[in-house]
Structure formats: structure tokens, C-alpha cells
């Protein structure tokens, strides 16, 4: 995954070839899974003064599926957001036949792992997350995952920023040709049912969909945890 691919990747990610993970990082303690992934830990062999030094977080294939998931579309889209509330795409690894992607660590937890929140801090949380898709979308680019669980504490302060995680569901919208500024509505059903808008249920929605999920996390982390909806309410 180079430059040739895609033109606006971040400037402290391989820009020329992928390296072999083993080559590169110590891979340590799982720090979580997904469908066909696994997040580790990871630090640099040789050190270097960047971000990177006191780790990072490495997804990639858990080894369980017969066919290892493709991160080449995750890291193109990764590749294209430098925000403060988005996680940081570092580079991508090779590992055998498959992709790892080497992102920002994220140490402080989940966005649910500090409850309760009192107002003003649900809503300094909910701006960062609401200028986060606002980016997103000014790039032409839907999460379609936006969930609690999605959301992390970069560090473990207080006062911490959160991120967010998670761009496998992501996708960028396709313009509608000789109609400036129009896009073609998303079809496939994506992200999971509690937080997903009805329109994508309907399977015709665009950015909005983000924007409800939003107003659920919301919903959420005012009310102690509670979901607004159930998977079979939805």
C-alpha cells in the first residue's frame, strides 16, 4: 500500500513498500477482536523518535476465517483522514499472504469504561465525535459503524480526547457524474442494528445514517449505558 495507490496517504506511513511485521515490531498482548480480526499491542525493534515509541495498536488477521479479510480498502480510507478524533493510520505490514494495518494505541479505554458522564462532559465528548464526521464527510466518507464501542480514550487522563476506531465498515461515496456535489445512495446494510438508521435498513441512505448513529451514542452515554433501541426494535 504506497503512495501509487493512494495519493494522500499520511506522511509517516511506508510510503514506498510494506515492510514484514516481524521485521519491524514486537506483536505482545491481544487488546481486542473484531469479525476476523484481532487488535495487539505492538512496539518498535529499533527505536526511533516518533510517535510510535510507546506502541501501537496492530489489527490484523485472526487466522480463524477461510479467507483472511481484506484491509487494503481500510487503509485507503484511513490513509486519506488526519483528524484529532480519528485514529491514526501508521503504515501497513505484510504478515504472509495478508495485510496488517499499524494504528494509533488508544490506552484509555472505552468511551463506556468511564460512566457515568455528567453533561458537559457528554458534550465535549459529543463534539469531538460530531467535528470527526463532519471531516469524514467533507472527504465523501461514511463510518457506518459509529457505536460506543467504536469510540476511545486516547490516553488515560481525565481529560483525555477520545478517537475513533474502527474503519472497516467505512466507505466513500460515489459522485453522480454531471451533478456537482450529488452522490449516489449507499445500498448495502452495514454496522449493527442498534445503531443503524432506518434508512439503511431501507437500503438507500447517505452520510446522515452517521448522524443518527451519533444521536445514539449520544442517547447512551447520557443515560447511563442504555441503548435507545434493541436489536429487534430497530
Known amino acids: 500500500m504506497g503512495n501509487k495507490q493512494s495519493g ?8 514506498d513498500k510494506e515492510r514484514k ?3 519491524a515490531y514486537h506483536v505482545s498482548n491481544e487488546l481486542g477482536t473484531g469479525t476476523s ?3 495487539k499491542h505492538g512496539t518498535l525493534k529499533k527505536y526511533t523518535k516518533t510517535e510510535r515509541t510507546k506502541g501501537v495498536a496492530i489489527k490484523l488477521y485472526d487466522g480463524k476465517a477461510e479467507t483472511p479479510p481484506d484491509l487494503r480498502k481500510e487503509a485507503q480510507i484511513l490513509g486519506q483522514l488526519d483528524h484529532p478524533n480519528i485514529v491514526r ?4 505490514l505484510k504478515v504472509g499472504n495478508s495485510r496488517s494495518l499499524v494504528l494509533e494505541l488508544c490506552s484509555g479505554g472505552p468511551l463506556l469504561g468511564r460512566l457515568p458522564f455528567k453533561e458537559d ?4 465528548i459529543m463534539r469531538q465525535l460530531m467535528s470527526a464526521v463532519a471531516y469524514m464527510h467533507s472527504k465523501r466518507i461514511v463510518h457506518r459503524d459509529i457505536d460506543c464501542s467504536n469510540i476511545l480514550f ?8 477520545i478517537k475513533l476506531i474502527d474503519f472497516g465498515s467505512a466507505t466513500e461515496l460515489e459522485l453522480v457524474p454531471n451533478h456537482p456535489g450529488a452522490y449516489k445512495f449507499l445500498k448495502d446494510k452495514a454496522g449493527s442494528l442498534q445503531i ?4 439503511v435498513i431501507r437500503r438507500r441512505y447517505g452520510p446522515a445514517a452517521d448522524v443518527w448513529s451519533c444521536g ?3 442517547y447512551t452515554i447520557m443515560n447511563e449505558g442504555q441503548n435507545p433501541f434493541s436489536a429487534h426494535s430497530v
Open 37 to 39: 480480526t484481532q487488535i
Open 8 to 15: 494522500s496517504l499520511h506522511t509517516n506511513m511506508v510510503a
Open 89 to 92: 493510520l501508521f503504515e501497513v
Open 196 to 199: 443503524m438508521a432506518p434508512e
Open 154 to 161: 486516547r490516553t488515560s487522563d481525565e481529560n483525555s480526547d
Open 216 to 218: 445514539v451514542v449520544a
Open 21 to 23: 511485521m516481524e521485521d
Open 121 to 124: 462532559q457528554a458534550s465535549h
